[in-house]
């Protein structure tokens, strides 16, 4: 059943009708919507015409509104000198345009630079900008082009504004990174100005924020000081203006005794010191400490240096000093004050802190070593260092920069209090013996010998082949070979002729489980060969024979050994036989 409708009844339901909708559709197309020239907003004024010209600023941001987010970017330069600079830049990323320059000619005095940014009044907007922007809106210019409301706000940059602590990186407020798709090509512009920025202005070339020479350029304290964990905050408030503040020694004297009577955690180096100051109070490190200051505000002061470490070294210089005479002061705090007088290269150059003694290693120390042995080990090791490194040309691999000389660290030194440390802590050693010599390989083997002790239980080891040593005289020498009777023996062993058989566990394995023979051999009376002989069908054969330091042995020491310890087999022989 079909109704043929009447035409104004078509028209009536042509909702209805998808055929009919579809021709009207088509009949009567929609007008095209026009597309806006500036969907991103047309800012006004972001760059002062003395900088660039109104027109051209027009056009970039006309420009920027046509292109991809990767793309929205503009660089304005002009020639100098024949060289092509960057005079200032325009870009806009994730809802907001941003803009930076370099003052006109005439007028670099003024300002150091300028930067601005827009923003339209959407959710958009109010949630990709960076929060340090949006937080001061109330403050911004709002300007209306066409429907749009934009926020706008423009600044200039003075070195009296850097100096009150404007130091950040305008030009980059939002951080847009190379390492982004979106914003690579946009980075490449913002290192273009600030490349460009740094030719205008003096920097520290060691410090990461461009400002920082401007910004302390009258406040040396900011420089020499680093942080408030350095300097307790409340110094500065009784002090009174921190930028008056010098390097001398009565401001570092004044250092120490203020953080000497307070509790708080900052400035605890300044506070140690105070128990050397009858020290350093003497006349001779008055002067010294003087010096070291002077040669602080020389270089504060010296328009030519680009370097802020070179201003920091001799106050650094001077608290590796105190640091290193505190350290010794704690262990023999009757030390002669000649001894730190003298050897003032020695104590800065030789890194001996690196492992703190315990209490206990500190009482041990003061209450065994004497105190002339301590600077005899670190002069000869200073010694030693900078001969090598001069010998060998390796000066450069020592340099501190934050001193600006040599600094050789003592790991033997370190590894010796290490090792003392674990031994001291036990209950049984706290009466340990102190070596027979002072000097630092003798010491270090001698505790290691001790350590490897501990670390190692002691086990017996079967003595077959010679029970009790064998005593043989080839020529003029008297050779004796016997076994170690136990592992801690052959560890000190091991130590004396300086090769791995003490502390090699398998050595020790192999002898208890009767795989193999270790025999020690003495020479008038010294430790000399190491030899580990194994028997198979009633033939014994020399596996490893090594002299001192494992070297191996001359074909003389070969033959005098081969006979020597055939005479050792016929005597233990004879013992067996006449038992």
């Known amino acids: 059943m079909h109704f043929h409708l009447p035409s104004n009844l078509q028209t009536e339901l042509i909702a209805y009708d998808p055929v009919l909708k579809k021709l009207a559709r088509n009949t009567n197309p929609k007008p095209k919507t026009k597309k806006s020239t500036y969907p991103l907003g047309n800012p006004k004024g972001l ?17 920027i509104n046509s292109c991809p987010a990767s793309d929205r970017h503009q660089k304005f330069t002009r020639i100098v000198n024949g060289e ?41 907007a109010h949630d990709l900008v960076p929060k340090v922007i949006i937080n001061s809106i109330d403050s911004y210019q709002q300007i209306v082009t066409g429907r749009s409301l934009m926020y706008q706000h423009q600044e200039v940059v003075t070195i009296e504004s850097i100096r009150n602590g404007q130091t950040n990186r305008n030009w980059n407020i939002p951080s847009a990174a190379a390492y982004y798709q979106k914003s690579k090509e946009i980075y490449q512009i913002i290192k273009a100005f600030e490349s460009q920025l740094i030719t205008t202005i003096p920097v520290w070339k060691d410090s990461p924020n461009i400002f920082d020479r401007i910004a302390n350029k009258t406040n040396l304290a900011s420089i020499v000081f680093h942080g408030s964990l ?8 009784q002090y009174g203006d921190k930028s008056k503040w010098k390097a001398s020694y009565e401001n570092l004297f004044g250092l120490i005794t203020y953080h000497a009577h307070t509790s708080c955690y900052a400035g605890d180096e300044y506070k140690a010191y105070n128990k050397i100051l009858h020290i350093i109070s003497k006349p001779f490190f008055k002067k010294w400490i003087q010096a070291k200051c002077n040669e602080v505000n020389a270089m504060h002061l010296d328009e030519t240096n680009e370097y802020r470490s070179y201003i920091n070294r001799p106050w650094k210089t001077m608290k590796k000093l105190l640091a290193r005479i505190y350290a010794i002061h704690k262990i023999w705090p009757d030390c002669p004050i000649d001894y730190y007088q003298n050897h003032i290269e020695q104590l800065i150059s030789i890194d001996f802190t690196r492992q703190t003694p315990t209490s206990a290693v500190s009482d041990w120390l003061g209450k065994h070593m004497p105190v002339a042995s301590f ?14 490194a001069q010998t060998k040309n390796m000066q450069r691999y020592f340099f501190d920069e934050h001193l600006g000389l040599s600094v050789y660290r003592f790991y033997e030194w370190a590894d010796t209090i290490s090792m003392l440390c674990r031994i001291l802590e036990r209950e049984e050693h706290k009466d340990f013996a102190p070596p027979k010599r002072w000097r630092i390989e003798e010491f270090h083997d001698y505790v290691q010998a001790e350590a490897w002790k501990i670390r190692n239980p002691n086990h017996a080891l079967p003595q077959d082949l010679f029970p009790t040593p064998v005593k043989i005289e080839l020529g003029s020498s008297n050779w004796s070979f016997f076994q170690p009777i136990d592992t801690h023996q ?6 004396a002729v300086r090769n791995c058989v003490g502390n090699a566990a398998h050595y020790a394995e192999g002898v208890r489980k009767k795989q193999h023979f270790i025999v020690l051999c003495l020479i008038d009376g010294k430790p000399n060969f190491t030899v580990q002989l194994e028997v198979s069908n009633g033939l014994m054969s020399v596996k490893q024979i090594v002299g001192l330091s494992n070297t191996k042995l001359t074909p003389e020491q070969q033959e005098l050994y081969t006979t020597a310890f055939g005479m050792a087999l016929q005597a233990r022989e004879s013992e067996l036989v006449s038992a």
């Open 47 to 63: 760059i002062p015409v003395d900088v660039v010209r109104e027109s051209m600023l027009d056009d970039a941001i006309k420009n």
């Open 375 to 388: 600077f005899q080990i670190i002069t000869k090791q200073y010694e030693k260092e900078r001969n090598d």
């Open 84 to 124: 092509v600079i960057v005079i200032a830049i325009l870009y806009h990323y994730e809802q907001c345009w941003y803009a930076a320059w370099l003052p006109p000619k005439g007028q670099e005095d003024k300002y150091v630079y300028g930067y601005a940014f827009a923003f339209k009044d959407t959710k958009a």
């Open 230 to 237: 350095e300097v307790s905050d409340e110094y500065w408030l």
């Open 490 to 495: 052959l560890g000190e062993w091991g130590q």
